[in-house]
């Protein structure tokens, strides 16, 4: 899918139905033939490509009585850890949102919380208006999140590819539901990259899995065509938590 498609319901709520990227392009060269042999100028096959299904692990314990930390220190236990923080954002609420950005984000020094999760809004409205913009829909940016909003993500695949001795590249697809409490609903299929790296001396000298950064999605490997659908051997699907 490579745009947005957008449809009234019964109850007059505008519902649109798009891939998170809107079919952004990927590098030709990068591209992976149909049955995952990758190309030698593109990425290398991910670690999890003979993997037939990924179940994600707990963590040792949890912040906040909500937040699961404290992953194993193998890879699979950071990209547990991933679908942890993408569980934890799929909320609209301020405080939630600025809590799972301070556990689960790498930072030089403490952050406010409720400041890290209106700055995190303030860019999620920005990419709900911009496929808003794309189907001739309706989306008040400055009224998002309005009351009884919501926003929720399932992680239906997972790659990664180590990137060094303590450096983990998580790509996510998952599908989206979003409301904004205004009456436009936003149903599509995304692909999250993040770049987690291994802290020794996290969660008070236990260890822990932090995101440092975002991970191209160009960099996938992908064709367009493939990069969304489960049916490609570089995803692993998730068993559901």
């Keep these: 899918m490579t745009g947005c498609a957008a449809g009234s319901s019964d109850d007059g709520r505008t519902v649109l139905t798009a891939p ?14 149909p049955d995952g ?14 993997l037939a299904a990924f179940e994600p692990l707990g963590g040792g314990g949890t912040m906040q009585e909500r937040y699961p930390v404290e992953f194993s220190r193998e890879a699979e236990g950071g990209v547990s850890m991933v679908l942890a ?30 400041s890290a999760g209106t700055e995190f809004l303030v860019e999620r409205a920005a990419d ?18 309005a009351a009884g909003s919501t926003h929720d993500i399932t992680p239906i695949g997972v790659m990664w590819r180590t990137a ?36 020794p001396v996290a ?4 260890g822990d899995w932090l995101v440092t950064g975002e991970a191209d999605t160009a960099g996938l490997g992908l064709a367009d065509d493939q990069r969304h659908s489960l049916e490609h051997p570089y995803w692993t699907p998730v068993i559901p938590a």
């Design 20 to 33: 998170a990227d809107g079919g952004a392009a990927t590098d030709p060269s990068g591209s992976a033939s």
């Design 203 to 206: 969660r008070v000298g236990f």
């Design 164 to 199: 060094g001795a303590s450096t983990v590249e998580v790509y996510v697809l998952a599908e989206e539901r979003i409301d904004d409490g205004l009456g436009l609903e936003l149903e599509r299929t995304s692909v999250r990259g993040l770049v987690i790296e291994w802290n």
């Design 37 to 50: 042999a990758s190309d030698p100028d593109g990425p290398p096959p991910p670690d999890n490509l003979d």
């Design 85 to 114: 923080y993408l569980r934890a954002i799929s909320t609209n609420d301020t405080m939630e949102l600025g809590g799972a950005v301070a556990i689960y984000h790498a930072h030089d020094q403490e952050i406010d919380p409720e």
């Design 128 to 145: 709900i208006a911009g496929q808003a913009r794309a189907a001739g829909a309706e989306f008040d940016q400055e009224r998002y999140p």
